[in-house]
């Protein structure tokens, strides 16, 4: 019987990399979307002004605000326009608006 040498490996401990935060956007309704595209008009603002000064597609804005998809430009960009730190204290304060 031909017996092959155990060769112990030197194993280093498995170092977990730390990932930073990823950003978890809050969903919103088509009701709150609506109420969003509504203080953007009051604010003077449209759906393709607010595409062209984020630098995408009119349709990827039409569907964030349908509560449809998330990008983080656009939400950013809303939520600077309607004056607020970022998108999810937005939606915080738009559902407390709602709810009263």
């Not at 990823?22 to 008009?41: D, M, P, V, W």
Request: aromatic residues 8%.
């Amino acid at each position: 019987m031909n017996s092959m040498p155990i060769v112990q490996l030197n194993r280093q401990p498995y170092n977990r990399t730390v990932r930073p935060k990823r950003y978890h956007a809050l969903n919103i309704t088509c009701q709150e979307g609506n109420f969003i595209k509504y203080k953007l008009s009051q604010a003077g603002w449209t759906v393709t002004t607010v595409a062209d000064l984020a630098g995408v597609n009119q349709s990827l804005v039409s569907n964030v605000l349908a509560g449809r998809r998330h990008s983080k430009t656009v939400e950013a960009k809303v939520a600077s326009i309607l004056g607020y730190q970022g998108w999810n204290q937005m939606v915080l304060a738009i559902k407390a608006l709602m709810a009263a």
